[in-house]
């Protein structure tokens, strides 16, 4: 993360990443396949991270407010890597492999994060939640990337603004399933 902060990701290597490791070459492929992988591990910190800070009295809050909390825990986590996240994010389209690995983490992050809320991500209306969840979460975190607000005032209420929208939508369409209608 501390070169990605330094540099371009792009411009990043893996001789470069073993060097500030202290480790060679062969070590590192040892741990880490590719600059995919090491992105992936760190994506993996922030799911545990997010999953952590999950309250077990929260059940009762209505679930737009759970996923809210979710998703800021995991910007929060991001705060300290931001320059690093802004980056990375710059880049992701730089490598077919980056952008593949990357697009298959966070629809399970996001999976993951429906969990948190006490949401399921399985079956058809699963997995299109967790694809709406993730195009929110992406458009947040472009937001906060251009946040300076300590409070992430901006970011917030983009998210709840987009989560209310996912919610109408939800219900929009549980009507249209509870009458049989077809939309086309």
């Known amino acids: 993360m501390a070169l990605a902060a330094e540099r371009r990701w792009r411009d990043v ?3 470069d990443i073993a060097d500030r ?3 060679s070459l062969a070590q590192l492929h040892q741990a880490y ?3 995919a992988a090491i992105l992936g591990a760190f994506v993996d910190r922030v799911d545990a991270a997010m999953l952590a800070g999950t309250a077990a009295d929260a059940k009762d809050e209505p ?3 759970r996923l809210l909390d979710a998703l800021l825990r995991r910007i929060e986590y991001l705060a300290a890597h931001k320059r690093a ?3 990375i994010a710059c880049d992701a389209g730089s490598g077919p492999g980056t952008a593949l690995c990357m697009g298959a ?3 399970r992050s996001m999976a993951w994060t429906l969990e948190s809320a006490g949401v ?3 079956g058809p209306m699963g997995r299109l939640r967790v694809k709406a969840l993730a195009a929110i979460y992406v458009s947040g975190l472009w937001i906060w990337l251009r946040d300076d607000d300590p409070e992430l005032n901006r970011t917030m209420a983009h998210l709840d603004r987009r989560l209310v929208q996912a919610e109408r939508l939800a219900q929009l369409c549980g009507r249209f399933a509870h009458t049989g209608a ?3």
């Open 182 to 184: 077809h939309v086309d």
């Open 21 to 23: 490791a202290g480790l």
């Open 120 to 122: 399921g991500p399985r």
């Open 85 to 87: 996240i802004a980056s």
């Open 105 to 107: 983490r966070l629809v």
């Open 63 to 65: 679930v737009r407010d």
């Open 33 to 35: 396949h590719s600059k």
């Open 13 to 15: 290597t893996l001789a």
